[in-house]
């Protein structure tokens, strides 16, 4: 099945539903004795504990291996004794077993445990010591154990275990679970965050694959990705209802594995349209119009989802304020554009503007929006704006036209022949600040489409400026078509 469902993972996870594979992993680290078995059997409730003996070179080391369940969380755990023979005795702890480094590929997170008991032992500081070493990318979470009865002097050692340089430790006790809530807390939002992350790099990973080795014809006919995103209460809703309407093919939205995840799927002339990020809006009801709802697209991570980001503004406000684009709008218009997304603004609710009185008002939003979008939004030339009234429905066609023209381009690949003839003429037309320093571009060409990517290969040690840059940019985009979508120029020196 070619069109795979468009899925964006947000928080909260349920953890209930990922697959074993897919979920992090948290090792289980400290010198003897500690209570490593302790805790490992209260997470995987002495369920399922697979052991794995892997020979090494001089000894057979165990590593359990289970899936924890703490509260609503679960991650693999790994107890491995290998890792606690080579700390304790001291004179390897240089070396890395293969099992060892096998081990510490595949794990995202530690636990360090010290005995509260005992305070912090020399041999603890060779724990974290042996963990920064082989694995500086983990950066564990110490916890006390055998705290059920300590006391007073609970906090000492805490002020102790910050030498190990892991930041404050939690107090728990494996044998009676105590604390195990607190642990929960900490590790819940660090493990969220990396599913999210994992999830979300999976799916540009399947898009990456099944867009690989396309031919131009075939990628502009791939399934569009379009994120409708503006601020609360300028007519998203209303935009994609209308726009469902008149197709009158609607799927989902269907839950995805994460409580947010929605996906809305439409055709329009035979291609197959993704709404994006339409989860934090579409089933929205007056109960929260916040700015929650501008965040929800802020993040970077969303508009990397889509090819196309179509942002709405509203005349209404257009008018009341005498501008055409607040600051927040002015973010996430550059922010989709620094990630290399196709731009259109589309200016919604004309329809308050129609009437005798309202006749000059109406001919000068559709003068000056324009304008006033390309002096913001410098970085991208000939951004389609379109004037539409969600609510009426009109414009909707005018939107999906300039949607699909803008991803049309945004996938366009120019012929090396052709642009290097471009080259000499544009080069030209240009009047170079500094003639003598001027670089010479003794080739162009593009690297990549989605968004059009060139590299230019420059004589010497030169670096063309930025007005340069611009010029080239303006050029492109005015002698290719290449309008609302970003158009980058990497520099290559040959000497
Ligand atoms: P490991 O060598 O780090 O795996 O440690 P174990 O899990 O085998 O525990 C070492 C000893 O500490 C055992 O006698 C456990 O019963 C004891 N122990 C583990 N956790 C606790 C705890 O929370 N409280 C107390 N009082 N003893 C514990
Ligand atoms: P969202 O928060 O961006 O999804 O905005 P909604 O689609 O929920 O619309 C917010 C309000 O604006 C609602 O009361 C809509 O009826 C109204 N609205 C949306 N589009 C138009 C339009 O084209 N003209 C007018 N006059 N009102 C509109």
Not at 11 to 38: C, H, Q, W, Y
Not at 140 to 146: C, D, G, H, L, Q
């Amino acid at each position: 099945d070619k069109k795979k469902p468009m899925v964006v993972y947000k928080k909260p996870i349920d953890f209930t539903k990922i697959e074993a594979k897919l979920l992090p992993t948290v090792m289980i680290i400290g010198r003897p004795n500690v209570g490593k078995s302790a805790l490992y059997n209260r997470l995987i409730r002495r369920r399922e504990a697979l052991v794995y003996n892997t020979p090494d070179d001089h000894v057979t080391r165990d590593i359990r291996e289970g899936i924890a369940k703490l509260g609503d969380l679960r991650f693999n755990v790994l107890d491995s004794a290998g890792i606690e023979t080579e700390v304790s005795s001291g004179t390897i702890l240089g070396r890395t077993t293969s099992m060892t480094a096998n081990v510490l590929a595949r794990t995202q997170f530690a636990v360090l445990i010290i005995d509260v008991r005992a305070g912090l032992h020399p041999l603890d500081l060779e724990v974290g010591k042996w963990l920064r070493k082989h694995a500086p990318q983990i950066k564990p979470i110490v916890v006390m154990n055998k705290s059920e009865s300590i006391g007073e002097s609970l906090a000492e050692v805490a002020s102790e275990a910050l030498a190990l340089g892991f930041g404050e430790p939690t107090a728990i006790s494996a044998e009676t679970g105590l604390g195990m809530t607190a642990l929960y807390e900490v590790l819940h939002p660090l493990l969220e965050d990396y599913m999210v992350q994992t999830l979300n790099d999976r799916c540009s990973q399947d898009d990456v694959t099944s867009e690989e080795n396309l031919s131009e014809e075939d990628e502009s006919k791939l399934p569009l990705q379009l994120a409708i995103v503006g601020r609360p209460n300028v007519g998203k809703s209303t935009l994609l209802n209308a726009l469902l309407e008149e197709e009158r093919v609607l799927v989902g939205p269907e839950a995805g594995l994460t409580r947010d995840a929605v996906r809305v799927q439409f055709e329009f002339q035979g291609r197959t349209v993704y709404m994006v990020d339409t989860a934090g809006w579409l089933e929205r009801t007056e109960r929260d119009k916040g700015p929650a709802s501008l965040s929800i697209m802020q993040s970077r991570k969303s508009l990397m989802r889509a090819h196309i980001v179509a942002l709405v503004l509203d005349a209404e406000e257009i008018i009341k304020s005498q501008r055409s684009m607040t600051h927040s709008e002015v973010v996430i218009a550059r922010r989709a554009v620094e990630e290399g997304r196709g731009l259109v603004v589309i200016v919604n609710k004309m329809d308050c503007l129609r009437g005798k009185q309202n006749s000059e008002m109406y001919k000068k939003i559709k003068e000056a929006v324009p304008i006033e979008v390309q002096t913001v939004i410098p970085q991208i030339t000939g951004i389609p704006v379109v004037f539409i009234s969600a609510l009426e429905g009109r414009g909707r066609l005018q939107v999906m036209n300039e949607v699909i023209g803008t991803y049309k381009r945004w996938c366009s690949r120019l012929s090396t022949g052709r642009l290097n003839r471009w080259l000499i003429k544009v080069m030209s037309r240009h009047s170079w600040k500094d003639f003598a320093s001027q670089p010479k571009i003794k080739f162009f060409t593009q690297v990549k489409a989605r968004p059009p990517t060139f590299v230019a290969f420059l004589t010497g040690k030169t670096q063309l400026l930025e007005s340069d840059i611009r010029f080239l940019t303006k050029s492109l985009k005015d002698d290719f078509d290449l309008g609302g979508t970003p158009i980058r120029i990497i520099q290559r020196s040959v000497l």
